[in-house]
């Protein structure tokens, strides 16, 4: 659910070869959270979603799933906020103002019954839990800002081809000769003749490095390859578009969001090899998703999406 970057600064708490001695969130700080969340799934999905088996995890049903999932989240959100404390992270006048405001919109919008299966959470605890998920999301943010570095579009360029596919040299070879010919139709021949029946490709430069590639990306727009062998095949290739501006912007798009999540992970996981937080109140074994059948809140993330704006 986050992202985040190089905790360069960062110091750390002293390392004791265990679990952090850290101040957990409150029952009704937890369940707020977690009800929302509830609700926003049972109001789309209804209440049988929990009772739906699960394979390949610890948990056999999605219930017992998502409450641990739960607080694996609301542990994570725990740890940013204290690399936020160590990196000097802290929520401006401004920020809290807007904190305060949709803490009260959330707030006024609860029922009795909402207010009730969230452990009767008070206004302060919405603040609070308000206030700990703008610090982790601005710390994520923090973290991933080294990995924002421009990436020029010739090192991911989208080219799209025809390309005709055989086992045989002298079958590619006579090929070549026939889709030079003035007037000859590449894609006719290519159907009657290559062993892939997927004529038309997009390559991407990151994708690979290798003969086949090399020569794709050194044609101009409507120039045809000689026969290039790759892994025992022959192929040869005609340049349809030499650069898609459009899949070349959706594929920076990508790449960046990755080298974004890359840094991330490598920072908190660096950070959390070293500090291990987790929660240990008994009030997570005793959480039963059935629960409140009437309550219905589910935004408390829409509107922290829908109003703050992380700088």
């Given at each position: 659910m986050l992202l985040a970057c190089s905790l360069v600064s960062c110091k750390g708490v002293e390392i004791t070869g265990r679990t952090e001695a850290i101040d957990e969130y409150s029952e009704a700080q937890c369940r707020l959270v977690?009800?929302?969340?509830?609700?926003?799934?049972?109001?789309?999905?209804?209440?049988?979603?929990w009772e739906l088996p699960l394979e390949g995890e610890q948990e056999t049903s999605y219930g017992?799933?998502?409450?641990?999932?739960?607080?694996?989240?609301?542990?994570?959100?725990?740890?940013?906020n204290l690399i936020a404390k160590e990196t000097g992270i802290v929520a401006s006048a401004a920020d809290m103002d807007a904190i305060r405001r949709i803490s009260g919109e959330f707030y006024d919008g609860l029922t009795e019954e909402d207010k009730k299966v969230m452990g009767n959470c008070s206004?302060?605890?919405?603040?609070?839990?308000?206030?700990?998920?703008?610090?982790a999301c601005k710390t994520a943010q923090y973290i991933v800002s080294e990995a924002d570095e421009e990436i020029a579009d010739a090192d991911v360029k989208v080219i799209r081809i025809q390309e005709i596919i055989?086992?045989?040299?002298?079958?590619?070879?006579?090929?070549?000769?026939?889709?030079?010919?003035?007037?000859?139709?590449?894609?006719?021949?290519a159907?009657?003749?290559?062993?892939?029946?997927?004529?038309?490709?997009?390559l991407s430069r990151v994708d690979e490095h290798n003969a086949r590639f090399n020569t794709a990306f050194a044609l101009e727009q409507g120039e045809i390859s000689g026969v290039v062998e790759q892994d025992g095949k022959y192929h040869i290739i005609?340049?349809?578009?030499?650069?898609?501006?459009?899949?070349?912007?959706?594929?920076?798009?990508?790449?960046?969001?990755?080298?974004?999540?890359?840094?991330?992970?490598k920072a908190f996981n660096g950070y959390t090899?070293?500090?291990?937080?987790?929660?240990?109140?008994?009030?997570?074994?005793?959480?039963?998703?059935?629960?409140?059948?009437?309550?219905?809140?589910?935004?408390?993330?829409?509107?922290?999406?829908?109003n703050i704006i992380l700088d």
């Open positions: 977690l009800f929302s969340e509830r609700n926003r799934y049972q109001n789309a999905l209804g209440s049988s979603i017992p799933y998502f409450i641990s999932r739960m607080k694996e989240f609301l542990e994570d959100i725990k740890t940013l206004l302060e605890d919405v603040i609070a839990m308000y206030n700990e998920y703008f610090l055989v086992s045989d040299k002298e079958t590619a070879e006579d090929l070549v000769k026939k889709v030079n010919v003035k007037g000859a139709n590449f894609a006719y021949y159907r009657q003749n290559s062993e892939d029946p997927e004529i038309e490709k997009t005609k340049c349809i578009n030499s650069y898609d501006e459009e899949a070349t912007a959706e594929n920076k798009v990508l790449i960046q969001n990755a080298q974004k999540t890359e840094a991330f992970f090899d070293k500090h291990i937080i987790r929660f240990r109140s008994d009030f997570w074994k005793d959480i039963d998703l059935t629960a409140g059948s009437e309550s219905k809140a589910d935004n408390f993330f829409s509107i922290f999406d829908e």
